[in-house]
């Protein structure tokens, strides 16, 4: 596999992004490289999202033909927002593998970017309660992903949906492949 641009291009142009977004950071491509070793994307997706029948999948990419690029189903709630966070389950997991305790985990998920970077300890804090106190909805999701990164250092990256990072592109492309397996 190759791509379009060079590792160190990046086609989403950062001045047009919005440098006070209310997910958390938005994605300087500037900052990160592509073939970065210490970066993986993630992406989900649900095909018949929320109707019978739903199929979810989920990406990981490395970078190019990386051995821990990943295309691939899971069991559990059908969801496209069930499906990213999979999907940073398996990013995480695939970085202890490699011995990684310091990695960039880039998505254009703000529920994972906001809930890791904003929310997880004041849901902790108030017994798993959103600021309405409701019922945190993936509570079971994100104590997974706190629980395995707690010696790790991660920084969760918002990448806008659509701004043809390449990395975000193949985890889409990834994601989607694995909805059409049965």
């Known amino acids: 596999m190759s791509w379009k641009y060079p590792p160190n291009s990046y086609y989403y142009d950062c001045q047009s992004g ?33 109707r019978e029948g739903a199929q979810g999948g989920i990406g990981t990419c490395w970078g190019p033909n990386h ?26 997991e695939q970085a202890k593998a490699q011995n990684k305790d310091k990695i960039t985990v880039c998505t254009d998920n703000q529920l994972i970017t906001q809930g890791m970077n904003e929310w997880i300890d004041k849901w902790k804090a108030n017994d798993w309660k959103t600021s309405k ?16 990164t707690r010696d790790m250092n991660v920084e969760w990256k ?14 889409r492309r990834l994601a ?6 049965k």
Do not use: W
Request: proline share 3%.
């Open 18 to 50: 919005s440098s006070g977004s209310q997910y958390g950071q938005p994605y300087q491509g500037s900052e990160i490289c592509f073939t970065d070793p210490e970066t993986v994307y993630i992406k989900g997706a649900c095909k018949n999202n929320g």
């Open 67 to 92: 051995k821990f690029n990943t295309s691939s189903t899971f069991s559990g709630r059908q969801t496209n927002q069930s499906a990213s966070l999979e999907a940073a389950t398996k990013g995480i």
């Open 133 to 148: 106190n409701k019922d945190v909805v993936h509570k079971e999701q994100f104590a997974k992903l706190d629980s395995m």
């Open 158 to 171: 918002y990448v806008p949906a659509g701004s043809k990072v390449e990395g975000n592109t193949e985890a």
């Open 176 to 181: 989607k492949d694995a909805t059409r397996r």
